[in-house]
T-cell receptor
Framework: KQEVTQIPAALSVPEGENLVLNCSFT??????LQWFRQDPGKGLTSLLL?????REQTSGRLNASLDKSSGRSTLYIAASQPGDSATYLC??????????FGTGTKLQVIP | GAGVSQSPSNKVTEKGKDVELRCDPI?????LYWYRQSLGQGLEFLIY????????KSGLPSDRFSAERTGGSVSTLTIQRTQQEDSAVYLC????????????FGPGTRLLVL
């Protein structure tokens, strides 16, 4: 059974700081990994999708890496802004298209 | 519409009643997913559709839960004889194709079972 862990569970940083969110998974037989953000009371917004054959994806200030063999992914946020405050979730897609989500990292960026 | 829509946005029901939740995926998206997010819990995968078929229903929590999709578009998640532990936000997502595509999520249906 796939298990996805995100560390830290919560993070508070001053505006402008660069930060790294971690995601680890137990079964490396995945098709892809996706990072989302979830704002309070709202649905999920896709940030980046990394296929199993890829090592990283970039979008603006966000960079996500994937090391499938070690079961790890990181989401790097550069020059954090208060608008980045949200819960960040990683999700891995495995067999039968089953998607397993991590428990999330709640990020607060302090102005 | 441009995104995934779900209805109702909120549903309050009494224990033992049946409820039906609806998901309208993005037009042209062949893959559709249902998830559940309970208070303080992570997202739990329920079921996946490719077209009208669901190859794996093992994620459904109990036999009170069922889902169907017709015409390769709208999907309904039905919960029979609701229990208080069914209270959660039910999220639907769709993607263009199976396997490799980005999932786009709807706003969810908040279900409260009294």
């Amino acid at each position: 059974k796939q298990e996805v862990t995100q560390i830290p569970a919560a993070l508070s940083v001053p505006e402008g700081e660069n930060l790294v969110l971690n995601c680890s998974f137990t079964d490396s037989a995945i098709y892809n990994l996706q990072w989302f953000r979830q704002d309070p009371g709202k649905g999920l917004t896709s940030l980046l999708l990394i296929q199993s054959s890829q090592r990283e994806q970039t979008s603006g200030r966000l960079n996500a890496s994937l090391d499938k063999s070690s079961g790890r992914s990181t989401l790097y946020i550069a020059a954090s802004q208060p608008g980045d405050s949200a819960t960040y979730l990683c999700a891995v897609r495995g067999g039968y298209q089953k998607v397993t989500f991590g428990t999330g990292t709640k990020l607060q960026v302090i102005p | 519409g441009a995104g995934v829509s779900q209805s109702p946005s909120n549903k309050v029901t009494e224990k033992g009643k049946d409820v039906e939740l609806r998901c309208d995926p993005i037009s042209g998206h062949t893959a559709l997913y249902w998830y559940r997010q309970s208070l303080g819990q992570g997202l739990e995968f329920l079921i996946y559709f490719q077209g009208n078929s669901a190859p794996d229903k093992s994620g459904l929590p109990s036999d009170r839960f069922s889902a169907e999709r017709t015409g390769g578009s709208v999907s309904t998640l039905t919960i029979q004889r609701t229990q208080q532990e069914d209270s959660a936000v039910y999220l639907c997502a769709s993607s263009r194709a199976r396997g490799t595509e980005t999932q786009y999520f709807g706003p969810g249906t908040r279900l409260l079972v009294l």
